[in-house]
């Protein structure tokens, strides 16, 4: 598998501006990915009943992005050849080839919209140690990404987070004012909430005590570690006081499905009544991972995004 390499100049314009794209600041490795085994996986990935183009499959490289830390950041870029680029964010322990990530990097190409999927530091294929807290390290990674494609051949105009990844997103908003257009599927507005599900009741006597955690699955293997210091930065992270700080002209859509038995349709709500310019969609049934939902969930990310676009270029045809 071949390999491109090109170095960049640093960029200093606004994402929103949609004319002549800057440079990027980044360096990027860039590999074209193979149309025989990526295609299976992707086949195998796609739980809905739409049909996927050969082209589209084709039309795929990963990218390789540092962060502000220097750790590789590894991302699947879905190129529909568009000037406007979708980022997808991934949940808690989870990647870029989650089901739902791929189904809506798929679906958007489809739509001749550009996607970008990627691993933030510590999971999946990109460099660095896994964390439980990082929220703002993690939207770190996002600006990352971020100021990539505003230097590219392409303008973000939406960004998606799943779960960890959407509270992430809306760290983001909170903090930047360079993106428009966000999707929070199944984010975690109380971020106290699910430590005593994964780490037991007396958590925060253990850790004080021995200054970690392991996280072991049913066979007693473990599966991750939580430190004091991960520990305290997630308890730290403000959800609300974040979301006050989001600009009114920041649309945001927030997707939660009924019967997520991971972070409560409540956190959805509690969105609703702090963030300014705000969207609840709820899909009736759905678990935390849109199992058996996917086709609803791509369907209301399509419409929104679909008009946000559209309404930033009215001239613009999808």
């Given amino acids: 598998m071949g390999v491109l390499v090109f170095n960049y100049h640093p ?38 009943s739409q049909s996927v183009s050969p082209q589209n499959l084709v039309k795929q490289q990963e990218l390789v992005i540092p962060n502000k830390y220097g750790e590789r950041l590894v991302g699947v870029l879905h190129d529909a050849e568009s000037s406007e680029i979708v980022v997808l964010c991934h949940g808690f322990r989870s990647t ?15 739509e001749g919209i550009s996607a970008f999927r990627f691993d933030f530091a510590g999971n999946g294929e990109s460099e660095g140690s896994f964390q439980y807290g990082n929220y703002w390290r993690e939207a770190d990674d996002l600006r990352a990404v971020v100021q990539y494609f505003c230097g590219a051949n392409h303008a973000v105009g939406a960004i998606l987070g ?6 992430v997103v809306l760290l983001y908003a909170s903090k930047y004012n360079d993106i428009r257009t966000f999707v929070n599927v199944s984010g975690r507005y109380d971020l106290k909430g699910g430590i005593e599900d994964r780490l037991g009741k007396d958590y925060m006597e253990k850790i004080m005590q021995d200054g970690f955690i392991d996280v072991k699955n049913k066979t007693g293997d473990v ?7 991960s520990l305290m930065d997630r308890l730290n992270t403000n959800m609300h006081d974040a979301c006050l700080q989001i600009d ?14 991971i972070i409560p349709l409540q956190d959805a709500h509690e969105f609703d009544k702090i963030i300014p310019n705000h969207k609840l969609h709820v899909v009736e049934g759905a678990n935390h991972g849109y199992t058996n939902h996917q086709a609803e969930l791509v369907s ?17 045809q999808q």
């Fill in 11 to 48: 960029a200093s314009t606004s994402c929103l501006n949609f004319k002549k794209p800057p440079s990027p600041i980044f360096l990027c490795q860039v590999r074209i990915v193979s149309s025989t085994n990526r295609s299976r996986s992707f086949r195998r990935s796609l739980k809905m």
């Fill in 96 to 110: 870029k080839d989650d089901p739902s990530m791929v189904n809506l990097a798929v679906a958007l190409q489809n």
């Fill in 162 to 167: 799943h779960s960890k990844g959407g509270s």
């Fill in 223 to 229: 599966e991750y570690r939580v430190t004091e210091e």
């Fill in 248 to 261: 009114m002209e920041c649309s945001v859509l927030t997707i939660h499905g009924s019967s997520d038995k």
């Fill in 300 to 316: 209301v990310v399509l419409d929104f995004v679909k008009a946000s676009l559209k309404q930033d270029h009215p001239g613009t």
